[in-house]
């Protein structure tokens, strides 16, 4: 099946500092990546849409300058929490799409931890 | 607002029953619903989607009912095993590629 690959999965740093996380689609070309966050013992949140060559699209309350969102090509999307402070620490998770007739195949997840 | 909801938590289930996981929606212009498993530490897992269109999808022990009269779906899983222990996620398209998550439901399947 599809292949996501999510890096890194485990991210610990001091606050202030910005953190990139990686999102690639490895034997398909993915269209539209998503990105997601999920706080402890709730749903997955939807923050953005990323498509290639084009600006992310944002969820209403999801800062964009906070949240930059990179989709350079159709294997690569990019998050990077600039400037991250404690209430930034959570799980996010990446996903793509070939089409919209086939399901979102998601990575492994990145734990954000900011001391 | 919710717009997608499974309101069990939890469910614990001998091995070789059935599973059956419920999950309702409140928006009607869903017209494309998928589940998802989740092991922690992981990203979901597809398992098994189901369109509008049709009322049941089936694939091995993993079947999907969908009653939209109703917003309501249930996964059921026949025979449950061991290894089918993990957090399942229902999730609804209303537009291409947003998906809108339920909270999940924690399964657990006894030996």
């Known amino acids: 099946g599809a292949v996501v690959s999510q890096h890194p999965s485990r991210v610990i740093c001091k606050s202030g500092t910005s953190v990139k996380i990686e999102c690639r689609s490895l034997d398909f070309q993915a269209t539209t990546m998503f990105w997601y966050r999920q706080f402890p013992k709730q749903s997955l949140m939807l923050m953005a849409t990323?498509?290639?060559?084009?600006?992310?699209?944002?969820e209403q309350g999801v800062e964009k300058d906070k949240f930059l969102i990179n989709h350079a090509s159709l294997t690569l999307s990019t998050l990077t929490v600039t400037s991250a402070h404690p209430e930034d620490s959570s799980f996010y998770i990446c996903?793509?799409?070939?089409?919209?007739?086939?399901?979102?195949?998601f990575g492994d997840g990145t734990r954000l931890s900011i001391l | 607002d919710q717009q997608v909801k499974q309101n069990s938590p939890s469910l614990s289930v001998q091995e070789g029953r059935i599973s059956i996981l419920n999950c309702d929606y409140t928006?009607?212009?869903?017209?494309?619903f998928l589940w998802y498993k989740k092991y922690p530490a992981e990203g979901p897992t597809f398992l098994i989607s189901?369109?509008?269109?049709?009322d049941k999808n089936e694939d091995g022990r993993f079947t999907v009912f969908l009653n939209k009269s109703a917003k309501h779906l249930s996964l059921h899983i026949v025979p449950s095993q061991p290894g089918d222990s993990a957090v399942y996620f229902c999730a609804a398209n209303g537009r291409v590629g947003k998906l809108t998550f339920g909270q999940g439901t924690i399964l657990t399947v006894h030996p």
């Open positions: 990323s498509n290639e060559g084009s600006k992310a699209t944002y």
């Open positions: 996903s793509a799409s070939g089409d919209s007739d086939q399901p979102q195949h």
């Open positions: 928006n009607s212009m869903f017209d494309y």
């Open positions: 189901i369109s509008s269109i049709k």
